[in-house]
């Protein structure tokens, strides 16, 4: 049960949309998944997915603790095979190639969608470094300096860290850290960024200024959040998808519920178990 | 108020007396254990600087030993020698050792990793008298004794002691930088070579000196390898030379009573260098580890 998402059953405050919302028919799709299911050994985490995830959005996962949604992520850029028993079937079509596909390399898959984890997790060197150690990984050389203070200048950083930059990322507080990881991130220019629960290790002013970031970035990336910060998502998403836990015999998985835009799995969810979730009346 | 000993009572009785006794007992005995180590130590200290500090001069570490009877003359083609074995062997062994380290942690399908790392703690409980046996086998017969074989049977001796260091710093890495890493799009190997080495460089280079001071002391397969050198410095690794724990040996056998005071205080020297680096190391371990995982 996610009791921290449940501070009483609140009103939840849905973003206004800041630009005419793009019509349906003019979205372009960037992922689109076809009967997915990632399983751990035997057991499946997240089971027959099938989701398509638009260009230039903000795409947020909700559902309680346990129903697949960071597996779900992390299957999207591949992340899920440092886990030796992973395994994946279905497709993942990214831009319509599918990148579970044969001759796909990951390394490929993961620099072109970037992530941002759950734990600021900035490497031990100075916060020029941090910024700066992809794009020479990358060969992105030229005009380093440059580079790294546009990222950090998109990761609303750049004020906070320009006369320290030598200085270790470990210096600076949770929320400047988890921001140098998302300079960290969109410094290599990816075509989409994965949050896993970026804010949920922060407090609230640190989270509301990722959650105003996010609704930057959209423009440049493509950005998919998991969370289990129902408000946040209503925040921040354009398009909402809710996953929930499926009890079976065996124990359980994760499954896709309802997925539409954000206002309206928040107002008129079409799913009972949605409606339950996004009421508080369970979790 | 005098009060009658009924079931109330705080004073012992005689079963609680003797129980308290027997704790008393044991808890002494497991005392002075732990204090005969500590005096073992003091008193082998204590013993081999009392008989060697007489013998150290200038001389001492200039000088090659003396012809029989003239007197004077000193160690410094042991301690030369040491020097170079020593250093070559830790450049054979790191390398290789830090690469084991890494194919154990971070390349290794998991049950090949635990089979490489039971495989690096037998090596590292073999008598170092077998790897001189061994070393003697493979690369002295025919072809004599020269120093850098002597380094090659120390690089075995050490080569596990490098892998396991390295490989326990390496599993102090969280796995979450790892994912940092990669999910930029870096492949394993610059994620290893940017990321996961410079954080465990303490470490590594802790678990190096560890390695060095217990090479330095290793008599056995110096024996076979690297014994039967020229009275004279040099520096050139093909040449067998003298080394300071063999020179202990040979001093200690030898007739005349000023060279077994030359004997305690070489070995005054190699325990002084054996005690400052590891307790350095670990002092550097300990600062290592409460920063990484802090």
């Not at chain 1, 989701?51 to 129903?67: F, K």
């Not at chain 1, 390399?105 to 759950?118: A, T």
């Not at chain 1, 398009?239 to 539409?260: I, K, Q």
């Amino acid at each position: 049960m996610d009791m921290d998402t449940m501070n009483g059953v609140a009103p939840i405050e849905i973003a206004q949309p800041r630009e005419a919302p793009r019509s349906a028919s003019e979205r372009e799709t960037v992922f689109e998944t076809q009967g997915l299911t990632v399983s751990y050994g035997k057991a499946p985490a997240v089971s027959d997915v099938d989701l398509s995830i638009y260009r230039n959005l903000v795409t947020a996962i909700i559902g309680p603790s346990g129903c697949g949604k960071s597996t779900f992520l992390r299957s999207l850029n591949r992340m899920n095979d440092l886990v030796p028993s992973a395994t994946v079937e279905g497709e993942v079509l990214y831009h319509g190639q599918n990148i579970y596909g044969d001759g796909v390399d990951p390394v490929e898959v993961r620099r072109r969608i970037g992530m941002v984890f759950q734990k600021p997790n900035p490497f031990p060197k100075s916060i020029y470094d941090n910024v700066a150690w992809g794009l020479r990984v990358l060969g992105m050389k030229d005009d380093l300096d440059s580079r790294v203070e546009r990222a950090l200048t998109q990761a609303a950083l750049w004020d906070e860290v320009k006369d320290r930059l030598k200085k270790s990322a470990f210096s600076l507080s949770g929320g400047q850290q988890q921001r140098v990881c998302l300079a960290r991130a969109i410094a290599v220019e990816p075509d989409v960024v994965l949050l896993d629960e970026p804010a949920s290790a922060l407090d609230p002013i640190a989270t509301s200024k990722i959650e105003d970031l996010m609704h930057e970035l959209k423009n440049e990336y493509t950005l998919v959040i998991v969370t289990h910060n129902m408000q946040q998502a209503a925040r921040v998403a354009d398009m909402t998808a809710f996953f929930t836990l499926e009890r079976t015999e065996s124990g359980g998985h994760g499954v896709l519920v309802e997925y539409d835009e954000t206002p309206k799995i928040f107002t008129q969810p079409s799913d009972k178990r949605t409606e339950g979730y996004v009421t508080g009346r369970f979790g | 108020m005098a009060v009658d000993s009924g079931r109330y009572a705080l004073t012992l009785s005689r079963r609680t007396r003797r129980r308290k006794l027997v704790n008393l007992l044991m808890q002494s005995l497991a005392t002075i254990a732990a204090l005969a180590a500590v005096a073992v130590l003091a008193l082998v200290i204590g013993s081999v600087a009392q008989r060697g500090a007489s013998a150290l001069s200038w001389d001492f570490f200039t000088k090659t030993a003396a012809t029989f009877g003239q007197g004077g003359g000193g160690v410094a083609n042991a301690l030369v020698g040491s020097f170079v074995i020593v250093g070559l062997g830790t450049a054979m062994a790191v390398p290789v050792g830090i690469l084991i380290a890494l194919y154990v942690s971070e390349f290794a399908p998991p049950g090949v990793g635990d089979l490489a790392r039971l495989v690096l703690d037998v090596l590292n409980g073999l008598p170092s008298i077998i790897i001189g046996i061994f070393v003697y086998g493979l690369l002295v017969i025919g072809s004599g004794q020269a120093a850098w074989k002597g380094s090659f049977a120390l690089a075995i001796i050490m080569l596990p002691l490098v892998a396991r260091a390295t490989q326990e710093v390496l599993a102090l890495v969280p796995g979450t930088l790892r994912e940092g890493a990669l999910a930029l799009g870096a492949s394993r190997w610059r994620t290893v070579l940017g990321v996961v080495l410079p954080t465990s460089v303490g470490g590594i280079l802790t678990g190096t000196v560890l390695a060095v001071a217990r090479a330095a002391g290793e008599t056995a397969p110096l024996l076979f390898t690297t014994s039967i050198a020229a009275n004279a410095v040099t520096w050139d690794p093909r040449q067998p030379v003298l080394s300071i724990p063999y020179d202990i040996f040979v001093l200690s056998e030898s007739a005349d009573p000023a060279d077994h005071a030359r004997a305690w205080a070489l070995g005054f020297v190699l325990i002084s260098f054996v005690l400052v680096t590891s307790l350095t190391s670990r002092l550097l371990l300990v600062r290592y580890r409460k920063r990484l995982e802090g």
